[in-house]
């Protein structure tokens, strides 16, 4: 059985133990992949079907962490939340609190430990495929709440001063938002918010994510400001220019290979922004292997999550099975095995990986706790 998005469910609690024995992952692993893929129907309509919901969860043995769905209809998720508790085919499977609407905000935390800006207004974004911020008509005001974008020293300042956090025990301050009008813009962001920041304590790192960032000199200025990461959003690397921006769409995996791989000889700390089901298995495969030299920490990898039809178009044909991302998980443990770069939960709330990575239990890092940042080659 299909539901409306194209995902094929499973039909009783008990093919999860048999894929747990098939495929070697423990069954906590496999249902949070599953549901992060389908969704959750929620019982007492916290939250209206379309949108998404962001909650507090603990599931079976796993640690509590964040989760942010979408909200699907009781026909199209066999996962639902209701009175406090997570159902997986009406069997209680772990508990949930601090249900909310999951909003585009200027900025956010990930953690008390972590800042993320979205200084350039992710809900005006518009022209890749997958991103549900490019479906303008989906979304109201209750969601959309990006819309004062921090572009001056001043509206920084101003920022820093209403969110009365204390800036000198951030690890992390990071730019993960909608497109900039060029490479220099992002550049003089980055140092405005350096300049700001260091003023009030801060000696963490400053990430960008993003894909304007290629040139020799950009990269160098960057990496003056200090301990700096380059989190390059590639997205899918098959498919590009029909399913990205134009912007996005003219950048080549040969282009992101090299830009990452100056960025490391600078200093910077390396990774990338993949989104799991729209590639064929095998080019995902080729594509991680081929970048992989150029990286110096775990790529942030998401499961793709659908919340229109026109999303649902381009998920690759295998995809639509639990299969493919049990076996997506396994090939990518294979190519990062021999590193010392693992997956971090906090940097992602839609993960293929949770307490385990290839039977190797993971730091619990799931609200950002504090973690010593260096400079690469430091």
């Known amino acids: 059985m299909e539901n409306k998005f194209g995902a094929h469910l499973l039909d009783c609690f008990e093919r999860y133990y048999e894929l747990s024995n098939r495929y070697g992952i423990s069954i906590d692993e496999i249902i949070q992949i599953d549901l ?58 772990g508990i949930a609190k601090d249900l909310t609407l999951d909003t585009c905000e200027s900025s956010y935390q990930r953690g008390p430990n972590l800042l993320n800006f979205n200084s350039r207004s992710r809900s005006n974004c518009g022209g ?24 001056t020293k001043n509206d ?15 690890v992390q301050i990071a730019v993960v938002t909608g497109l900039f009008e060029s490479e220099e813009a992002i550049v003089e962001h980055m140092d405005l918010i350096n300049q700001v920041a260091k003023k009030r304590g801060f000696e963490g790192e400053l990430m960008y994510f993003g894909c304007q960032v290629n040139s020799e000199k950009a990269l160098q200025q960057l990496s003056d400001l200090g301990k ?29 290979r090299n830009t990452l791989l100056k960025a490391k000889d600078k ?6 922004a993949y989104i799991a089901g729209i590639d064929p298995l095998e080019d995902a495969v080729k594509g991680f292997k081929y970048l992989k030299d150029s990286l110096t920490r775990f790529p942030v990898i998401n499961i793709y999550q659908t919340q229109t039809l026109s999303q649902s178009k381009i998920l690759d044909i295998n995809a639509k099975y639990l299969e493919y991302y049990l076996n997506s998980r396994i090939e990518i ?34 609200f950002g706790q504090l973690e010593k940042v260096k400079k690469y080659k430091e």
């Open 333 to 366: 443990e294979k190519i990062f095995k021999d590193t010392n770069y693992r997956p971090k939960r906090w940097e992602n709330y839609r993960p293929l990986w949770y307490k385990y990575f290839d039977n190797e239990e993971l730091p619990n890092n799931s």
């Open 267 to 272: 200093g910077i700390n390396t990774s990338i």
């Open 36 to 93: 992060n893929r389908c969704g959750v129907y929620l019982k007492n309509g916290e939250v209206r079907e379309n949108f998404r919901v962001r909650f507090k969860g603990k599931i079976l043995n796993d640690y509590e962490t964040w989760y942010a769905l979408p909200v699907r209809q009781k026909k199209d998720t066999p996962f639902s939340v209701y009175d406090g508790g997570i159902y997986c085919f009406d069997k209680k499977i």
């Open 228 to 256: 700096f990461s380059l989190i390059y959003a590639l997205d899918n690397f098959t498919k590009r220019e029909k399913l990205l921006s134009k912007t996005k769409s003219l950048i080549t995996l040969e282009t992101a």
């Open 128 to 151: 890749c495929t997958a991103c549900v911020h490019n479906y303008h008509n989906l979304y109201d005001s209750t969601v959309l709440k990006d819309k004062k974008q921090l572009r």
């Open 156 to 170: 920084i300042k101003e920022f820093f001063d209403r969110i009365q956090i204390d800036i000198a025990k951030l």
